[in-house]
């Protein structure tokens, strides 16, 4: 529900549109992608170029050779007279293939002729009416996965065609040959473009509105975080004692949530930036970790008996079994980012979803991270449960107190209780939110225009970080009591000793 109203008050996150691909006869179109010295083609251009047989029709096109036939488009398409803008943040795009021939998809199927090769090269310009500057090219392979739908074509799945981290430019082109469709060297029926139906080009990327918004909470909360993170260590710099395990915790994780509010992003707004998503992904990852980590020390120092407090030393090889499962999951899920993302950032075009076998180590990655991090979850709600019988265990003992202590422990058992909670909401918030970029992929493959949900989900739980480590920071710091610094933040780690000793007086 809450989500559902963040989703109405906050403008949604991304933007569709999809570009049918014109075609353009050419003697040349291979060589004018590998050279890339060429000119690209686009509609004013064709007619110069090639043979003036330039139609969006394939009937005209039926006696040519696919190797003489370019695709292109141009991205936002020239009769809208929009611009893409540098706010759009990045640019995705999937390219979707049809088929008028149930036969021919149906040989496709049994033959598993199904692999698709074809060149691919863009260009940009920042006017109207300029000359095209090449941007990039590569030979790209994909897989087709085609199902006849109510209007009797046969529709493919559309698949990953190139990802640009930052949208630097008003106009970008498209040229794309296709040397040979599957099964058209083999059977006389599928030559040329006899099969073909349409190529559509779907682009996304994310609406000014919503970068907006989120570059203004970044800014806002950046200095509001770091003020009371030098706030905190300077407080705890102060102390006589050496720093408890938990305190060290919640300084890393403050430190990787100002880095992570650090607005980074108003980069592209001056200079084209396409390792920004790798970046922005990396420190979301190291704050998640460093949330995980946090909790787990939380709670793991504070569910120990009674008992148990004389013997214990707060270090962090007492949880090296937890840490293995944090680290497993950030670790695959970084893999995974970096072999997608971050091939990306040299290769637009690369893709582990391009064929079946990266697809399978696509899988791969992605379920053993997401099974770390539901062990993960398991691990953590069995330790709270651990905290509070142990929490109950220490609550028994306050009979035997005088009425002041007995108040005080009372208000600090009631505060912890609070944050045990607040930390079970958080850290599901947080593990859902693991799994949100498979939700969008679905979303996304549904062929819906935009997913408003994405929008309350990603600001909520930024939002809700943002307030759990800026309430754990103050509740954590000492406070000055006279001359001295108190720590009286909800940390039990000397309650038990504490406890002990009013019961032996």
């Given at each position: 529900?809450?989500?559902?109203?963040?989703?109405?008050?906050?403008p949604?996150?991304?933007?569709?549109?999809?570009?049918?691909?014109?075609?353009?006869?050419?003697?040349?179109?291979?060589?004018?992608i590998?050279?890339?010295?060429?000119?690209?083609?686009?509609?004013?251009?064709?007619?110069?170029?090639?043979?003036?047989?330039?139609?969006?029709?394939?009937?005209?096109?039926?006696?040519?050779?696919?190797?003489?036939?370019?695709?292109?488009?141009?991205?936002?398409?020239?009769?809208?007279?929009?611009?893409m803008?540098?706010?759009?943040?990045?640019?995705?795009?999937?390219?979707?293939?049809?088929?008028?021939?149930?036969?021919?998809?149906?040989?496709?199927?049994?033959?598993?002729?199904?692999?698709?090769?074809?060149?691919i090269?863009?260009?940009?310009?920042?006017?109207?009416?300029?000359?095209?500057?090449?941007?990039?090219?590569?030979?790209?392979s994909?897989?087709?996965?085609?199902?006849?739908?109510?209007?009797?074509?046969?529709?493919?799945?559309?698949?990953?065609?190139?990802?640009?981290?930052?949208?630097?430019?008003?106009?970008?082109?498209?040229?794309?040959?296709?040397?040979?469709?599957?099964?058209?060297?083999?059977?006389?029926?599928?030559?040329?473009?006899?099969?073909?139906?349409?190529?559509?080009?779907?682009?996304?990327?994310?609406t000014?509105?919503?970068?907006?918004?989120?570059?203004?909470?970044?800014?806002?909360?950046?200095?509001v975080?770091?003020?009371?993170?030098?706030?905190?260590?300077?407080?705890?710099?102060?102390?006589?004692?050496?720093?408890?395990?938990?305190?060290?915790?919640?300084?890393?994780?403050?430190?990787?949530?100002?880095?992570?509010?650090?607005?980074?992003?108003?980069?592209?707004?001056?200079?084209?930036?396409?390792?920004?998503l790798?970046?922005?992904?990396?420190?979301?990852?190291?704050?998640?970790?460093?949330?995980?980590?946090?909790?787990?020390?939380?709670?793991?120092?504070?569910?120990?008996?009674?008992q148990?407090?004389?013997?214990?030393?707060?270090h962090?090889?007492?949880?090296?079994?937890?840490?293995?499962?944090?680290?497993?999951?950030?670790?695959?899920f970084?893999?995974?980012?970096?072999?997608?993302?971050?091939?990306?950032?040299?290769?637009?075009f690369?893709?582990?979803?391009?064929?079946?076998?990266?697809?399978?180590?696509?899988?791969?990655?992605?379920?053993?991270?997401?099974?770390?991090?539901?062990?993960?979850?398991?691990?953590?709600?069995?330790?709270?449960?651990?905290?509070?019988?142990?929490?109950?265990?220490?609550?028994?003992?306050?009979?035997?107190?005088?009425?002041?202590?007995?108040?005080?422990?009372?208000?600090l058992?009631?505060?912890?209780?609070?944050?045990?909670?607040?930390?079970i909401?958080?850290?599901?918030?947080?593990?859902?939110?693991?799994?949100?970029?498979?939700?969008?992929?679905?979303?996304?493959q549904?062929g819906?225009?935009?997913?408003?949900?994405?929008?309350?989900?990603?600001?909520?739980?930024?939002?809700?970080?943002?307030?759990?480590?800026?309430?754990?920071?103050?509740?954590?710091?000492?406070?000055?009591?006279?001359?001295?610094?108190?720590?009286?933040?909800?940390?039990?780690?000397?309650?038990?000793?504490?406890?002990?000793?009013?019961?032996?007086?």
């Amino acid at each position: 529900m809450l989500t559902r109203c963040a989703s109405y008050l906050g403008p949604t996150s991304t933007a569709v549109t999809s570009h049918e691909m014109a075609m353009c006869v050419l003697p040349d179109p291979l060589d004018r992608i590998r050279e890339g010295s060429l000119d690209l083609i686009d509609e004013d251009n064709c007619n110069a170029f090639g043979s003036g047989d330039v139609s969006r029709s394939k009937q005209h096109l039926q006696a040519y050779p696919m190797k003489n036939i370019m695709f292109y488009t141009q991205i936002p398409s020239k009769l809208s007279r929009h611009v893409m803008s540098r706010w759009f943040q990045f640019l995705i795009t999937d390219l979707g293939m049809q088929f008028s021939s149930g036969e021919y998809a149906e040989k496709v199927t049994k033959f598993n002729a199904n692999k698709l090769r074809f060149e691919i090269a863009m260009g940009y310009r920042d006017d109207h009416s300029g000359p095209w500057h090449h941007l990039t090219q590569g030979n790209v392979s994909r897989t087709l996965s085609c199902r006849p739908n109510t209007w009797g074509i046969y529709s493919c799945d559309h698949f990953p065609l190139f990802e640009l981290g930052s949208c630097h430019y008003k106009h970008y082109l498209v040229n794309i040959v296709f040397p040979s469709l599957p099964l058209g060297d083999i059977v006389d029926d599928f030559r040329g473009l006899a099969p073909l139906s349409g190529v559509i080009i779907y682009e996304v990327h994310q609406t000014v509105g919503f970068t907006k918004l989120w570059l203004t909470i970044k800014a806002a909360l950046f200095p509001v975080v770091l003020i009371m993170l030098c706030w905190l260590m300077n407080r705890l710099s102060s102390q006589t004692k050496p720093l408890a395990l938990t305190e060290k915790s919640l300084v890393v994780m403050g430190i990787s949530l100002t880095v992570y509010n650090a607005p980074v992003e108003l980069l592209s707004l001056y200079i084209d930036a396409p390792w920004l998503l790798v970046l922005n992904d990396f420190r979301q990852g190291v704050l998640v970790a460093s949330l995980f980590s946090f909790w787990i020390i939380l709670v793991g120092e504070h569910k120990r008996a009674p008992q148990e407090e004389k013997d214990h030393t707060g270090h962090i090889g007492n949880y090296w079994k937890e840490m293995g499962v944090v680290s497993l999951s950030c670790i695959f899920f970084f893999v995974y980012e970096f072999c997608e993302r971050g091939i990306q950032v040299a290769f637009p075009f690369y893709s582990l979803w391009g064929s079946a076998g990266s697809r399978t180590i696509a899988w791969l990655f992605i379920g053993i991270a997401s099974v770390s991090s539901l062990l993960y979850a398991f691990i953590l709600f069995t330790m709270i449960i651990g905290a509070y019988n142990s929490l109950l265990q220490k609550h028994k003992t306050l009979v035997h107190m005088s009425l002041p202590a007995k108040l005080k422990f009372e208000f600090l058992f009631i505060r912890w209780k609070f944050f045990l909670c607040l930390t079970i909401f958080v850290a599901a918030m947080s593990v859902g939110f693991l799994f949100l970029p498979a939700t969008t992929l679905l979303h996304w493959q549904q062929g819906k225009g935009y997913f408003s949900y994405y929008t309350g989900l990603q600001t909520g739980n930024y939002g809700v970080w943002n307030a759990y480590v800026l309430l754990m920071i103050y509740m954590y710091a000492p406070q000055r009591k006279g001359e001295e610094l108190v720590n009286d933040g909800p940390d039990f780690e000397m309650t038990s000793k504490f406890i002990a000793k009013q019961s032996q007086e």
